[in-house]
């Protein structure tokens, strides 16, 4: 079972309530029969601003994004964990879908990123695919031409006679074109890290489905905070106009 040790909301954002949205950031009405558009093209701008923090809704720059503590595995076989971990490339991040059911009060968008660079030191204790590791120290990890997506249902609560709205179900998939990894640095001996390297690279897309699960719950966790913050703190009508 995974150990979930990243609290992403906790390294992100603080706490106030009751905020209205930048200006930069255009309403959409829910009458328009464009509305997907319309939330494509005023997302569009917002992500421009947004990945690069926002003081009124408590939203700290993205990129690069530092997270002290990812637990990838924890089992008895194999334990696997960065420290002092950093993300950069999200300041890059496109919008290139989005779709509203404001009935069923479901959404879904997609994010385009070019590359993502994570960097930290590794900590890694077990077996991968076929390969035996063991070993500590930095590491570098690239995903390059990846497509995030995002699908979340929210219900409406109540607070002080306003409606905001709740993410209660969400659910976060990727594809990338590519992985590169670079733990050349994470042994000792340094044959063995040039042998696990390669052997990592040449199976990336093997290497990747070990981990597809705990990546996609990791970032999950990082999309749900950001629309939280905006969720939790603007109320309903101020989101999506009439």
Request: hydrophobic share 40%; proline share 4%; net charge negative.
């Amino acid at each position: 079972m995974l150990l979930w040790c990243v609290v992403v909301a906790g390294c992100i954002l603080g706490a106030s309530e009751g905020v209205s949205l930048p200006k930069y950031i255009k309403l959409c009405r829910a009458s328009d029969p464009e509305f997907d558009k319309c939330g494509l093209e005023s997302g569009k701008e917002a992500i421009r601003h947004l990945v690069h923090g926002e003081k009124s809704l408590r939203l700290q720059p993205l990129s690069p994004l530092k997270l002290p503590f990812i637990q990838l595995e924890n089992r008895a076989d194999f334990q696997l964990n960065i420290t002092d971990a950093e993300i950069t490339g999200l300041d890059k991040a496109e919008l290139v879908f989005f779709h509203s059911d404001l009935e069923k009060r479901d959404v879904k968008v997609v994010v385009h990123l070019s590359e993502i660079v994570l960097k930290g030191q590794f900590h890694n204790d077990g077996r991968i695919l076929i390969l035996p590791i063991k070993g500590e120290g930095p590491g570098v990890v690239k995903a390059f031409g990846g497509n995030y997506s995002y699908g979340f249902h929210y219900d409406l609560i109540k607070k002080k006679n306003q409606e905001f709205s709740k993410i209660t179900k969400d659910e976060f998939s990727f594809t990338i074109e590519k992985a590169e990894f670079n733990v050349e640095k994470v042994f000792g001996d340094g044959a063995l890290g040039k042998q696990t390297t390669q052997f990592l690279n040449e199976n990336w897309l093997e290497v990747l489905k070990d981990f597809e699960q705990v990546i996609g719950a990791t970032i999950g966790k990082i999309c749900n905070a950001i629309a939280s913050s905006v969720f939790e703190r603007v109320p309903y009508n101020e989101i999506i106009l009439p």
